[in-house]
């Protein structure tokens, strides 16, 4: 039966994709997916013919499908035409197959990706309203507590998008200026001239780049704001006020925006919010991303870190689990990353007991200020529960 499931699929996959050429993405998405199917076909079908040789059965008959113009799928025998030839006194049944097909963006993103196994989400939604947003070209801004994965899931985007990457990590920089423009430069040779940044190549690249802009509120000078504003917008240009001929860049049509933003307490040298109209360039929405359920946080783990055991996966997630409820409590103020997660994994596969390892890892997050160890001790203690 399922012989004859993957037959009806790849006929209705192969119209739909007939019926999208001009979406090249889409009709990239339906092939690949069509091509798993037709692998997946012959094997079943390898494997139909020899378990009926192997009972001496006669094979199954061949039925055909065919794509009515209504849309609908036929499926007709092979003896078709010979049982009417002969005038067959038993009627044959024509069996008509209604499929349910979610013909939108994200229902053949739905049908043609699968989540990544290297990434896990709380809602799968979120993942496919991101690539639909990648291919509408509607920018994202995606918030949440540092090492969350906010960085790595924009590389896995690009990954899937097939699209050049460029990343910007604005916490490294006291002059945005020169990261998004350029800088002069002189030597005796030549004299002063203006070099324009890696920023400005990636706004030209015309394989459509995906820019990651990491960090962004880390800007104290408030420069980011002011120099990307016509860069989101309709507008789509930057000024490049500094070089010989003060030249506009024009972006690329297929240029992709993805920032990323720390708002919180505990991020020191971070604003507290975003500008408003900064948020407002950010058509594709405002993502906020929280830390995983402890069950999907362990799963991420036995997957970036292979070697882990599922029990000391279960462990290392559980005592995360414990300090952000004291986080979120306000008893601390700082809480467990699933970056820190996967470095106590990491040591414990090494060697590492696991108390050595949540030590070595987690309290340099929690010094004694001032005399004051209170957060510390709450740490050791949720450590020290965790057993040998």
Not at 128 to 154: A, D
Not at 229 to 246: F, H, I, K, N, T
Request: glycine share 6%.
């Amino acid at each position: 039966m399922k012989v004859e499931l993957l037959v009806e699929r790849i006929t209705l996959m192969t119209s739909l994709a007939e019926k999208v050429k001009e979406d090249k993405l889409a009709y990239d998405l339906y092939y690949e997916k069509i091509e798993e199917m037709r692998k997946e076909l012959d094997l079943l079908k390898k494997e139909r013919s020899m378990s009926e040789y192997d009972r001496g059965e006669e094979p199954i008959e061949s039925a055909t499908y065919t794509m009515r113009d209504d849309g609908e799928v036929e499926e007709s025998s092979m003896h078709d035409g010979l049982d009417e030839l002969f005038d067959a006194t038993e009627p044959t049944t024509e069996k008509k197959i209604e499929p349910i097909i979610d013909d939108s963006v994200i229902g053949k993103l739905k049908a043609s990706v699968d989540i990544p196994e290297e990434f896990k989400f709380k809602d799968n939604m979120t993942f496919y309203t991101m690539l639909r947003n990648i291919f509408r070209n509607k920018y994202i801004l995606v918030t949440g507590p540092s090492g969350c994965g906010k960085s790595s899931l924009g590389k896995i985007l690009a990954d899937i998008t097939n699209k050049p990457f460029h990343q910007f990590n604005f916490g490294d920089t006291m002059n945005p200026a020169a990261k998004l423009l350029g800088d002069t430069k002189y030597n005796q040779e030549d004299g002063t001239w203006f070099k324009p940044s890696r920023f400005v190549s990636a706004l030209q690249d015309n394989a459509g780049s995906f820019i990651m802009l990491d960090e962004v509120t880390r800007d104290r000078t408030g420069d980011l704001g002011n120099i990307l504003m016509p860069v989101l917008d309709g507008q789509r240009y930057l000024a490049l006020d500094e070089s010989d001929d003060a030249d506009v860049v024009q972006l690329d049509t297929n240029v992709f925006f993805f920032a990323t933003a720390n708002i919180g307490r505990e991020y020191l040298g971070a604003a507290h919010d975003l500008d408003r109209a900064w948020k407002d360039r950010f058509t594709g929405g405002i993502y906020e991303l929280e830390y995983l359920p402890q069950n999907k946080e362990q799963e991420l783990l036995q997957v970036r870190v292979p070697h882990v055991s599922a029990d000391d996966a279960r462990r290392i997630t559980e005592f995360a689990k414990k300090i952000r409820d004291l986080y979120k409590a306000e008893e601390l103020n700082v809480a467990v990353s699933t970056r820190m997660c996967l470095a106590v994994a990491e040591l414990v596969v090494d060697g590492m007991t696991l108390l050595e390892a949540l030590k070595h890892t987690v309290l340099p997050f929690y010094p004694v200020t001032a005399g004051d160890d209170t957060d510390r001790v709450k740490v050791i203690q949720a450590i020290q529960s965790m057993g040998d």
